[in-house]
Every structure is written in structure tokens, then in C-alpha cells.
């Protein structure tokens, strides 16, 4: 039964730093790849960045990191915006061709709980 547990968020200050959490279970890391995605109040989920087969990923502020012992990818931001603030999701889904990050959710068919960031001004 595949899970994914996403945490860490919180309440930080703009120009501030946070590392969400994302452990998964009922699969390994090198058989699916992970996504970030997020919800900012009144728009669609968007996606952030994707992890494939361990690799790190760096996407401006934001770079994703997974440790393989504890099947936990993470999603550390820095320089934290006010419009950084949403619900932040973990999903898990096949690898696709040439490693490619979707943005559509339906091949996403995994999905975390999502955890809220904000970001103070």
C-alpha cells in the first residue's frame, strides 16, 4: 500500500528557510519518482520540482533531496517569499520518459496530505 507523509511546515519569516518532509512507504525511491507541488490560496496546484531514482533536483530557491535509508525526500526553500505561501504537497508517480516532470495530476497517482506554509512579510 503506497503512503506519503508529508510535513514540516509552518509559520517563517520572508527571507526565512524550511525543509518539508516527505516519507514514503509501500515503495522504494528508486521505483517511482516524487514531485513537490503546491496550493496558494485561490489558484490551482502547480508543480514544483521532481525527483527521479534519488537524483537531486535544484529549481531556483528550491532543492530536493532524498535520503534513501529513511525513504524520505525533502524539499528544502530558502529566501522564503510571501508568495511562497501555500499547501505543499508530495506526490508519487511512474518515472517518465526522459525524466520528465509532469504538471498534470493525473499522472500523479499517489499523493500526501499536504502541509501549510506561510510566509510572513
Known amino acids: 500500500d503506497v503512503q506519503l507523509q508529508a510535513s514540516g511546515g509552518g509559520l517563517v519569516q520572508a527571507g526565512g528557510s524550511l525543509r518539508l518532509s516527505c516519507e514514503v512507504s509501500g515503495f522504494t525511491l528508486d521505483d517511482l519518482a516524487i514531485g513537490w507541488f503546491r496550493q496558494a490560496p485561490g489558484k490551482g496546484r502547480e508543480v514544483i520540482s521532481c525527483?527521479?531514482r534519488n537524483d537531486p533536483t535544484v529549481k531556483g530557491r528550491f532543492t530536493i533531496f532524498s535520503d534513501s535509508a529513511k525513504n524520505t525526500v525533502y524539499l528544502q526553500m530558502n529566501s522564503l517569499k510571501p508568495e511562497d505561501t501555500a499547501v505543499y504537497y508530495c506526490a508519487a508517480g511512474p518515472v517518465l520518459k526522459d525524466d520528465y516532470c509532469s504538471a498534470y495530476e493525473f499522472l500523479w497517482p499517489y499523493w500526501g496530505q499536504g502541509t501549510q506554509v506561510t510566509v510572513s512579510s
Open positions: 525527483s527521479v
